[in-house]
């Protein structure tokens, strides 16, 4: 974990509310495993708002890309900042993704729940799996980094309730569909998940339901982003864990949902 004052490098538009931020950070990127997260200060209020977390969408070269929604205060404030301007964040922080995987690699990203999934993603890729992606929103402008993931070749499904992108439907019916199909023809599968917390019970009750491994990337409020001030607490068969050290990723079986 590092301390780190990164430039900007990027900062683009990607659609209704989503932006990529793309930071020179080479103590953070060195280290930086799929799953995990960054701790942002953000720029212009560092002074009367909390750092804030992001998945590391993408680590590669010395160079850190996130993908976030402009839902607040924070983040509002960090679709201000500017090319070249300066950006401190501690990270890489959390326990993230397993490095090994056996069976078919299923992703599942609600929104941008798609963040860490490209990381893993390309990690998967390069140890010579097949990750499919299974990819869901409320609308088309809500899948994301769909021309990334095609540019590592990684076959996508999408789910849109209203039905402008994908099948109309929950990003839990496609993957429904390859479940079954997997099941009759007795593949073994794992599922990676990240997304709004309906679709991640649902998808963790299909990891264990099949009795397949599972990983839950879960999306708590943080406050220190280190261990020290239990704001970020999930329930577990083990007790209380802290989402910023224990998780963001959970085993599928081990989540105790509410
Ligand atoms: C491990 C982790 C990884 C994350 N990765 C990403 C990412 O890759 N991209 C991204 O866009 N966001 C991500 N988030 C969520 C992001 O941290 C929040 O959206 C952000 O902190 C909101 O700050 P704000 O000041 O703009 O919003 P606020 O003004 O604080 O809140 C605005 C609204 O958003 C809700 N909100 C705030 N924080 C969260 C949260 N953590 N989860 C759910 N709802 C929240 C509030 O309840 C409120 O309704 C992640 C969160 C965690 C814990
Ligand atoms: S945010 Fe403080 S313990 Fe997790």
């Not at 495993?33 to 209020?45: A, D, N, S």
């Not at 590592?152 to 019916?173: I, Q």
């Not at 009759?184 to 599968?189: N, P, V």
Request: aromatic share 8%; net charge neutral.
């Amino acid at each position: 974990m590092r301390v780190e004052e990164c430039t900007v490098i990027a900062h683009e538009v990607m659609g209704s509310g989503y932006r990529r931020l793309e930071l020179e950070a080479p103590g953070v990127a060195g280290g930086a495993q799929p799953g995990q997260f960054v701790h942002l200060r953000v720029p212009g209020i560092e002074c009367t708002a909390l750092r804030r977390p992001f998945s590391i969408f993408n680590a590669d070269g010395g160079r850190i890309e996130l993908l976030y929604k402009e839902v607040g205060r924070g983040t509002a404030a960090m679709a201000a900042v500017e090319h070249g301007s300066a950006v401190n964040i501690i990270g890489p922080l959390g326990h993230g993704f397993p490095e090994k995987c056996s069976g078919v690699p299923l992703l599942a990203g609600g929104g941008f729940g798609v963040a860490p999934l490209f990381f893993l993603a390309r990690r998967l890729k390069n140890s010579g799996l097949s990750p499919v992606l299974f990819a869901g929103g409320r609308t088309k402008t809500d899948l994301l980094a769909l021309d990334r993931f095609a540019e590592l070749g990684v076959e996508t499904f999408c789910a849109t309730n209203d039905g402008s992108a994908g099948v109309k439907g929950l990003v839990t019916d496609p993957l429904d569909d390859m479940l079954s199909k997997f099941k009759s023809e007795g593949i073994k599968f794992e599922i990676f998940a990240c997304g709004p917390d309906p679709m991640l019970k649902a998808v963790a009750m299909r990891a264990t339901g099949t009795r397949s491994p599972g990983w839950i990337s879960m999306d708590r409020h943080m406050v220190c982003g280190v261990g020290a001030c239990y704001a970020c607490i999930q329930k577990t068969v083990r007790g209380n864990s802290r989402c910023c050290i224990e998780g963001p990723v959970f085993a599928a079986q081990d989540l105790v949902w509410e």
